[in-house]
């Protein structure tokens, strides 16, 4: 059987995961050159896929001409406009299953992410947990294409994708002499975010030990917490609400390093190419949600038998009366960052 020469691909959230497909396409797409790609997902993550040759995007409106059966039948009839002859489905969620059902009748060769989910439920329970580590999260994604009968290896390796700085933010990059750190200290569920006290002495210590540092996140609540550490520390930046997502990318691609949860900003630190230093508390880099070409030594933890609670970070994780996260010090996270310089 021959190779499928289009492929559409789904992947509609969550922010991390998206940039992570977007991580995965640009190897694919380096590698099968002839293949072109239709990439379904919501439209705020299109800059991820900017510059990926053979990729086109294409939107997904679950709020509105896309919502509900009726919605999905309509972006089946909009998919069918390309011709593809394949499905990669990399969701396998509700939606995305009810999609790949309405093209596997069309007669489309349709493939499903296999999300692990069994040896998962062993590595998050509480009670006799089986920890190991798990396949990576991008292997999966690339599992997807070799059933489509594609040869794929990725290699994890971090690539550099610099772009110009935006104009807007030209004054964050106006001494060359100071190393530009980006801190992301914000995820979706707070038991994955670092005590912001903790943070804000990290801060502190590297504006006064010859860098810069340069705040990310999202909302009028984190915008709040990060304007109030650039106007307690010097040479600290908020990137809130300023730029768009395409021009944040472009923004973390000139960094020297990120700091991140186990979260988006990791992600699309990888997405460009940056080293990453990310935080791991109920969440544990066993269940495969490493960044792309991240080094696991970059990863900063402390094992406790009761981590992880939860693949996604939305339940507490008791280690002896401390939260999971809580376990990390600043003196941790700044050793680690002395030791890159």
């Not at 299953?97 to 596997?104: E, G, K, N, Q």
């Not at 692990?116 to 439920?121: A, F, I, L, N, Q």
């Not at 990060?226 to 021009?247: A, D, M, V």
């Not at 472009?250 to 990888?270: E, F, P, Q, T």
Request: charged share 25%; with cysteine; hydrophobic share 40%.
């Amino acid at each position: 059987m021959p190779l499928p020469q289009r492929i559409i691909v789904t992947r509609f959230s969550a922010m991390g995961d998206v940039a992570m497909v977007a991580s995965v396409l640009k190897e694919f797409c380096q590698r099968h050159p002839a293949v072109e790609i239709i990439m379904v997902s919501r439209q705020f993550f299109a800059p991820f896929f900017d510059g990926i040759k053979n990729v086109k995007f294409h939107p997904f409106e679950p709020k509105t001409v896309h919502k509900g059966f009726g919605g999905l039948v309509r972006l089946k009839k909009e998919l069918a406009q390309y011709g593809a002859d394949a499905v990669a489905d990399l969701h396998f969620n509700l939606r995305s299953r009810v999609l790949d059902v309405l093209f596997s009748l069309t007669g489309l060769n349709v493939k499903q992410l296999d999300k692990g989910r069994p040896e998962k439920k062993a590595l998050t329970r509480r009670e006799d947990k089986i920890k190991r580590q798990l396949k990576l999260t991008v292997e999966r994604y690339a599992d997807v294409f070799r059933a489509l009968g594609f040869h794929f290896e990725l290699s994890h390796k971090l690539n550099s994708d610099l772009q110009d700085v935006p104009k807007a933010a030209f004054s964050m990059f106006g001494n060359f002499e100071r190393k530009k750190i980006g801190i992301a200290a914000f995820a979706q569920h707070r038991y994955k975010i670092f005590s912001l006290a903790k943070m804000g002495q990290i801060i502190e210590h590297l504006t006064h030990h010859g860098y810069d540092v340069l705040l990310f996140g999202g909302g009028q609540e984190e915008f709040q917490i990060t304007q109030n550490w650039t106007e307690s520390f010097p040479n600290t930046y908020n990137t809130i609400g300023k730029f768009t997502l395409r021009e944040e990318l472009d923004i973390i691609s000139n960094l020297d390093l990120m700091i991140s949860m186990d979260s988006s900003g990791l992600h699309m630190a990888s997405l460009m190419g940056v080293r990453c230093l990310s935080l791991w508390g109920a969440t544990h880099p066993y269940a495969g949600f490493t960044g792309y070409g991240q080094q696991a030594e970059d990863c900063v933890q402390v094992e406790h038998p009761n981590r992880p609670s939860s693949v996604y970070g939305n339940k507490p994780c008791d280690c002896d009366g401390t939260e999971a996260i809580d376990l990390i010090t600043p003196e941790m996270v700044i050793e680690k960052i002395t030791a890159i310089r």
